[in-house]
């Protein structure tokens, strides 16, 4: 049964500083790591899809890479309409999520 | 538009059962397994059930199987999840969510979600 475990849970950055999310998958996946974004209230929305494609219409801010077992999710330039929290996903399993908050 | 709305939820006392429904318009709903997934209050997401496109293939996460039941019905474009013998930690928002298929391997389209209360 494969694991997805993410880091950190949270974090505090100030506008325009770049966020680095990891998740790291207990066996190795290849490519197969989606991200989620969700805001407070609202329903997850994918941005990014088999580890590095961007989902038609997310802004080319948010980037992913890596393969294997370890993976990461970058945002570059956060902006205030970045609050969110964050999931990665393989399969059917998600990782716990990393809140991102403006310093 | 590519929409999904669930429809459904509710109060219901332990042991009690409800129908969600995940009513889908926008595209061709028979073509596409469809998920449920639930978030518990301040939690993480928790990936449920999926069903495939024809609705032979249902599976479960273990914490609800013999208790849930996904189906579907693609003559009106609805997905459904009956769930049973609720327990107080199965209070949560229920999400349908499409899965992508070959094409993109994600969650690719989500409804806004239906909030089950699970209390006596």
């Known amino acids: 049964d494969i694991q997805m475990t993410q880091s950190p849970s949270s974090l505090s950055a100030s506008v325009g500083d770049r966020v680095t999310i990891t998740c790291q998958a207990s066996?190795?996946?290849?490519?197969?790591v989606n991200w989620y974004q969700q805001k407070p209230g609202k329903a997850p929305k994918l941005l990014i899809y088999?580890?590095?494609n961007l989902e038609a219409g997310v802004p080319s801010r948010f980037r992913g890479s890596g393969s294997r077992t370890d993976f990461t999710f970058t945002i570059n330039g956060l902006q205030p309409e970045d609050i969110a929290t964050y999931y990665c996903?393989?399969?059917?399993?998600f990782g716990g999520g990393t809140k991102v908050e403006i310093k | 538009e590519v929409q999904l709305v669930e429809s459904g939820g509710g109060l219901v006392r332990p042991g009690g059962s409800l129908r969600l429904s995940c009513a889908a318009s926008?595209?061709?709903?028979?073509?596409?397994?469809m998920n449920w997934v639930r978030q518990a209050p301040g939690k993480g997401l928790v990936w449920v059930a999926r069903?495939?496109?024809?609705?032979?293939?249902?599976s479960y996460a273990d914490s609800v199987k013999g208790r849930f039941t996904i189906s579907r019905d693609n003559a009106k474009d609805t997905l459904y999840l009956q769930v049973n013998s609720l327990r107080a930690e199965d209070t949560a928002v229920y999400y349908c969510?499409?899965?992508?298929?070959?094409?993109?391997?994600?969650?690719?389209?989500w409804g806004q979600g239906t909030k089950v209360i699970v209390s006596s």
């Open positions: 969510a499409r899965w992508g298929g070959l094409q993109l391997d994600a969650f690719d389209i």
């Open positions: 926008g595209f061709t709903f028979k073509n596409y397994w």
């Open positions: 069903i495939s496109s024809d609705g032979t293939s249902p």
């Open positions: 066996q190795d996946i290849s490519n197969y």
């Open positions: 088999d580890a590095s």
């Open positions: 996903q393989q399969y059917d399993k």
